[in-house]
T-cell receptor
Framework: GESVGLHLPTLSVQEGDNSIINCAYS??????FIWYKQESGKGPQFIID?????DKRQGQRVTVLLNKTVKHLSLQIAATQPGDSAVYFC??????????FGQGTELSVKP | DTAVSQTPKYLVTQMGNDKSIKCEQN?????MYWYKQDSKKFLKIMFS???????INETVPNRFSPKSPDKAHLNLHINSLELGDSAVYFC????????????FGPGTRLTVT
């Protein structure tokens, strides 16, 4: 069946360091991937997305990498700040299909 | 200015009761969703409506009945509440059903006692 999973459920980094959050997906037909950030008590918030015809996309302090060969997605956050502390979800979508969320990784930033 | 809003934010009720959660979006989107997030933060889609038409209906008990009176609203009614229904329910919306960002509401924390 379809599944999206994360390698690490928790990640602790020092303020100012770079963070890398990984995600594995199993549906090779998925052609759209999104990273969401969820702060405590709030709804998921869009960070960045990438389509399957790309392998890298950059935003402000964030970069998403897509490796279709091994069905792996990663989110890199540069110069991690305390405000980045949250649960991060990857999600995949196949054409016309539903969004399937991964387990989530809790990022904790130490000052 | 709230893009996707839900009411109530918290809902505490007893088993067997019937309750509703309301969702409204002011983004002009034509597609709306209901998601359930369990205690382990796992997010799973329940329903999706496009232009008031049901297009996704996951294996959700028929005690859950969504209703979309218009494109800007998607309500969720739950009959005969059970302990296992306790979760956070999120409404979301997007422009179309294609590969577009979904905007999430703040969530409704439902506790069934």
């Amino acid at each position: 069946g379809e599944s999206v999973g994360l390698h690490l459920p928790t990640l602790s980094v020092q303020e100012g360091d770079n963070s890398i959050i990984n995600c594995a997906y199993s549906n090779s037909a998925s052609d759209y991937f999104i990273w969401y950030k969820q702060e405590s008590g709030k709804g998921p918030q869009f960070i960045i997305d990438i389509r399957s015809n790309m392998d890298k996309r950059q935003g402000q302090r964030v970069t998403v990498l897509l490796n279709k060969t091994v069905k792996h997605l990663s989110l890199q956050i540069a110069a991690t700040q305390p405000g980045d502390s949250a649960v991060y979800f990857c999600a995949e979508k196949s054409r016309g299909g539903k969004l399937i969320f991964g387990q989530g990784t809790e990022l904790s930033v130490k000052p | 200015d709230t893009a996707v809003s839900q009411t109530p934010k918290y809902l505490v009720t007893q088993m067997g009761n019937d309750k509703s959660i309301k969702c409204e979006q002011n983004l002009g989107h034509d597609t709306m969703y209901w998601y359930k997030q369990d205690s382990k933060k796992f997010l799973k889609i329940m329903f999706s409506y496009n232009n008031k038409e049901l297009i996704i209906n996951e294996t959700v008990p028929n005690r859950f009945s969504p209703k979309s009176p218009d494109k800007a609203h998607l309500n969720l009614h739950i009959n005969s509440l059970e302990l296992g229904d306790s979760a956070v329910y999120f409404c979301a919306s997007s422009q179309g059903t294609g590969n577009n960002e979904q905007y999430f509401g703040p969530g409704t924390r439902l506790t069934v006692t």
